[in-house]
């Protein structure tokens, strides 16, 4: 089965948001193992919009699209596929009714156009929509099949997963499988050649290396006729690659290197605290983002200015003026000093200069000292970085986890 998305929106053309949506419905199909052949964002123009939708059915089997089901009169999505199918906009008395109880239990007065969402094209099929009131759409036309979603994410995916994937498994033939290894401490070149031999002789599974920030992906996919089987090739092209890469794959698929530290840090029953001064607050920022981070998460402290590093960390001023607050030597004395006042087992200390100003032809932009204290560690790291102000800050929060991560795996 071939699909298209349409993903319906001016504000997506504006970038005004991002479309998660196309992302999350294509990572979806494949799943299913429905190929994706093409994905479009057209505006809120009828015109664009019917060609879009005119041309998606002259190439795919199947054509969703996301976003246009509300109230208002830009929300043209139903109307114009109904158009392009030559199908009347009749009322679906189970939406209706569900959007009635909506706004009664809202305690809020449904206006006319709210009885707009109710409509579906004749012979169509509505699809409840348990967090909003525009319910989704399903109609089969001439070996066709369209499906229009609702734009809000929070709607669009618990719709997906409860109505439309069991549609789509009966229709499809075949699985597609992906996983995404996610590896730290290595540059996309390197990755790239020690697995060059798997890259070269690939059929299926395949392996593709993707850049991000701060880490290296491997999307291994693979295509069988049921599940067990893809979940096979991929556990043995998986085996391959960590025999060549090891401890620098830190994750698989949706796990983040916060995550991996925090689980590491709770399976031991150990704490952390950190004392941050260039990347301003941010690796304590990313911590805290995990459920459950308190746990194992004492405290951040931002020592921003030399008198805070001496108030608050106890570094002697004397070093300060004699080494400069950007050196390996205040960087261990941060992680010292915030491991001491918290009592934690493991401190991180960061000391750097961000940019854009601020460098000098001994310590330019971009140069960071990272230094970990914990049960018998004492180390100290120099990292060099170019770019912008918020991607070394974020590259160095990156190397910290890594280096935390490595050290606990060791343990």
């Known amino acids: 089965m071939q699909a298209e998305i349409i993903s319906v929106g001016t504000e997506l053309l504006l970038g005004q948001i991002l479309d ?6 294509s990572r979806e199909l494949a799943s299913l193992g429905i190929g994706l052949y093409r994905r479009s964002t057209v505006g809120d123009n009828p015109q664009r919009l019917r060609q879009a939708v005119e041309e ?20 043209l ?27 009664a239990k809202m305690g809020r007065k449904m206006t006319e156009n709210n009885y707009k969402q109710a409509l579906i094209p004749e012979g169509g099929e509505a699809l409840p929509n348990l967090h909003g ?31 439309v994937s069991p549609i789509l498994r009966t229709e499809s033939k075949g699985v597609i499988l992906s996983r995404v290894l996610k590896l730290c401490g290595l540059g996309e070149s390197a990755v790239a050649e020690e697995v060059a031999d798997l890259l070269a002789n690939q059929t299926n599974p395949t392996l593709a290396p993707l850049a991000s920030e701060g880490e290296v992906q491997l999307r291994l996919t693979a295509q069988a006729n049921v599940m067990d089987e893809a979940v096979r090739l991929l556990d043995e092209l998986e085996a391959k690659v960590r025999e060549r890469l090891g401890e620098a794959i830190f994750a698989v698929d949706e796990e983040t290197l916060e995550q991996v530290v ?3 840090l709770t399976q031991r029953r150990e704490r952390l605290a950190v004392a941050e001064s260039c990347s301003g607050g941010l690796l304590a920022d990313r911590i805290t983002d995990v459920p459950g981070a308190s746990a194992v998460f004492d405290r951040g402290v931002v020592t921003y200015s030399n008198r805070a590093k001496e108030e608050l960390l106890g570094i002697p001023a004397a070093v300060i003026a004699r080494e400069g607050a950007v050196s390996p030597e205040v960087a261990h004395l941060m992680a010292q000093g915030v491991r001491k006042k918290s009592a934690t087992e493991w401190g991180v200390g960061i000391t750097g200069i961000a940019g854009p100003g601020g460098g000098t032809e001994e310590k330019p932009v971009g140069l960071v000292y990272l230094a970990l204290e914990g049960p018998e560690v004492s180390l100290v790291r120099e990292l060099r970085w170019r770019g912008e102000r918020s991607l070394i800050k974020r590259r160095t929060t990156q190397a910290a986890l890594d280096l935390l991560r490595r050290e606990l795996l060791k343990k």
Not at 20 to 25: D, S
Not at 56 to 74: H, K, N
Not at 89 to 95: F, K, N, Q, Y
Request: charged letters at 25%; a negative charge; proline letters at 9%.
């Open 77 to 103: 999505t139903k109307e114009t596929v109904a158009q392009v199918l030559g199908l009347s906009l009749i009322p679906d008395r189970p939406s209706l009714e569900w959007i009635q109880d909506y706004f």
């Open 56 to 75: 998606a059915l002259a190439r795919a089997e199947l054509v969703i699209t996301s976003g246009g089901l509300g109230p208002t009169d830009d929300d």
């Open 20 to 25: 998660t949506n196309a992302v999350f419905l």
């Open 262 to 264: 925090v689980r590491l």
């Open 133 to 163: 009131t525009a319910p989704g759409i399903v109609v089969r036309y001439k070996e066709k099949l369209i499906i229009c979603l609702p734009g809000p994410p929070r709607e669009l995916k618990p719709m997906f997963h409860d109505y």
